[in-house]
């Protein structure tokens, strides 16, 4: 092997070293900041490629992100499963459409409550309306 070879050899083995450490860094990032583990998140802080993780570290990022998805965090005293934050994002979508629902049906049923109040507004006149005259009728 010619000195050049080799030199393109040693410094493609640094290369691949370097990446290998950065992903390895950026696992344990996420890791210690209980942030999901995906590919693109493991991507965008080792500044790698995605193919690149899919094709050297698969398996092992597969894996982390199995058990960090296993475990749980407790938010406002409920314990609740970690999600990836594509995950979160539908489940807040869901959450919003569920409060307008909410929301629209309590507006519904204010309006309606204020109609029954009328109207036993209205009753309680007319009672007291018939309870006069007969107490009148009574005495005559």
């Known amino acids: 092997m010619s000195k ?7 410094a493609r083995e640094e290369r691949s070293l370097r ?13 210690e900041q209980h942030e ?10 080792a ?3 995605r193919p690149y993780l899919y094709n050297n570290f698969r398996e092992v990022i597969q894996a982390e992100r199995e058990a960090s ?4 965090s407790i938010i406002e005293g409920v314990t609740v499963p970690n999600r990836t934050a594509d995950e979160s994002r ?8 569920k409060i307008g629902k909410l929301k629209r049906e309590l507006g519904d049923i ?5 109609h029954l109040k009328t109207a036993l507004e209205n009753e309680r006149g007319r009672s ?13």
């Open 47 to 49: 500044g790698v490629g």
């Open 90 to 97: 539908h489940i807040e979508a869901l959450l919003r459409n």
């Open 69 to 72: 998805r296993a475990g749980s």
């Open 110 to 114: 204010r309006q309606e409550n204020a």
């Open 36 to 45: 999901p583990i995906t590919f693109k998140a493991v991507a965008t802080l």
């Open 4 to 10: 050049q070879t080799a030199g393109l050899a040693r």
């Open 128 to 140: 007291e309306h018939y309870r006069r005259n007969w107490v009148k009728a009574q005495s005559d």
């Open 19 to 31: 990446k290998r450490r950065a992903v390895e860094n950026a696992l344990n990032e996420l890791k």
